[in-house]
């Protein structure tokens, strides 16, 4: 924020300058610098809740919170996730695959890890794929009913929504 005296005018807005800062190039950050989640999955082609899931899996991802929970990752964090994916992703390890390769090389990962046997690639395929839907149609029970007493707009809505969310879960379970 820029403290200005009360009497001196402010500036006029350049009607362009958005047009401006968008074809202008970004900033690259110093390969030291730490990381916001976007940024790490952004370079790695990693969806945010996937980094999120890693690092209660992987105990070695350890970014620095800041206030609001605000991740930054440091260097090293983001070697190791690129590891991880690679052996998740391209190696076909199984999660648990991965941390028994941590635990055996003591909270690191080597580089010149081999392909994952093919019992554990099964394993692996199976991990990613979903099961099967129900063939039949899910019933929903009514919720149970309400005290006697007089209904709010409050709990009329919380009602409905629970009943909605309800047949929401239940239409989610047939997806494929």
Known sequence: MIWRPVDQPIPPIDEHEG???????????????FRTISEVADE???????????????????????????RYYRPDDISLLRRISDLLYTQGYTIKGVQRLLREGGGRLADDIPPAPEAERAEAEAERTL?????????????????????????????ALSRTLAQLEAMRALLP
């Open 131 to 159: 099961p099967e839907p129900p063939q039949t149609l899910l019933l929903i029970p009514d919720l149970p009913p309400t005290t006697p007493r007089r209904l709010t707009e409050g709990d009329r809505l919380r009602t």
């Open 19 to 33: 047009a401006d800062a968008a074809s202008r190039p970004r900033v690259r950050k110093a390969a030291g610098a």
């Open 44 to 70: 790695l082609h990693i969806p945010q809740h996937v980094l999120r899931f890693w690092e209660t899996r992987f105990p070695q991802v350890k970014p620095l919170k800041r206030g609001g929970g605000r």
